[in-house]
């Protein structure tokens, strides 16, 4: 059996790819998702990867879920922290309850998952962490004081941990992807979505398997000098 990888938000979009391309990789993979069982049980059929359903900002569940899947299927050597939500609006129209939906699920569920695995990681001496951030996190975006603020965060989070794991054998990388064809892409209006294109060099979205082959770098054995680092990948949309 393979390492085992927990993917947050494993079975849509990005986390989807990175479920299966960590798969076909050999590693044994469980994906994580919020609430969209009808796509959880066709992503299983589809892939023959186990799910597990829990919110990734509710501290307890997690810690709950997380020992559920260590106690049957083994430890979790790596996690990608990749479940995300966008609740867009200008400052000045948004509510409490947009902020902190979109804090807590993107931002507050990194500290939830790696805290649930952190000390098994370091007892072992391996772990592989990959935070999912976003172009928007470094450059920010009109309406997405939220989302920006929480995606910064991802990256400041990741410095600071991979810090403390250096020495512990466990790596913690981001991924600052930029606009990528997924449900939550397709959600933007047609004219915005053409605009943004128009932006990108590359002249397109980027594909889910675009995010997914640099996890597949960061989470292997071979990858333990790679720490605390950000890989920008947006199309040459934002050059950091
Ligand atoms: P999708 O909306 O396509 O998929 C989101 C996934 O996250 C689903 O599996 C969903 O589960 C899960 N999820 C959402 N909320 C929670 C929660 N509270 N607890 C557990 N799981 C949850 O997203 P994308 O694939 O587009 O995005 C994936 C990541 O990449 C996000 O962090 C996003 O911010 C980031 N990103 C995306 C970009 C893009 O252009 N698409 C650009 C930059 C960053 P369910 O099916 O149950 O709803």
């Not at 990789?25 to 069982?37: E, H, K, R, S």
């Not at 939906?101 to 370091?122: D, P």
């Not at 020495?167 to 449900?183: E, H, L, Q």
């Amino acid at each position: 059996m393979g390492r085992i990888a927990l993917v947050t938000g494993g079975t849509r979009g990005i986390g989807e790819s990175i479920s299966v391309m960590l798969k076909e990789n050999g590693y044994t993979v469980i994906a994580n998702y919020a609430g969209n069982d009808q796509a959880a049980q066709e992503f299983t059929e589809r892939t023959g990867i186990q799910t597990s359903k829990f919110d990734v900002s509710d501290f307890d569940s997690v810690t709950k879920s997380i020992n559920d899947i260590e106690s049957t299927v083994g430890p979790i050597e790596i996690l990608v922290n990749n479940a995300g939500i966008t609740r867009d609006g200008t400052m000045h129209r948004m509510d409490f309850e947009k902020w902190n939906k979109v804090i807590q699920t993107n931002l507050s569920s990194c500290f939830n998952t790696c805290r649930a695995v952190i000390e098994g990681m370091r007892e072992r001496s391996f772990g592989r962490i990959v935070n999912i951030g976003s172009v928007n996190g470094q450059a920010g975006q009109y309406g997405q004081v939220n989302y920006a603020a929480a995606k910064s965060g991802i990256h400041g989070f990741t410095k600071a941990l991979a810090q403390e794991g250096a020495a512990k054998g466990i790596t913690v990388n981001a991924i600052a992807p930029g606009y990528v064809a997924t449900d939550m892409v397709r959600a933007v209006p047609a004219d915005v979505l053409a605009k943004i294109v128009k932006t990108i060099p590359v002249g397109r979205l980027g594909e889910p398997e675009d995010i997914a082959r640099s996890v597949l770098f960061l989470v292997a054995d071979e990858a333990g000098f790679c720490t605390g680092s950000t890989l920008s990948i947006n199309g040459g949309q934002h050059m950091y």
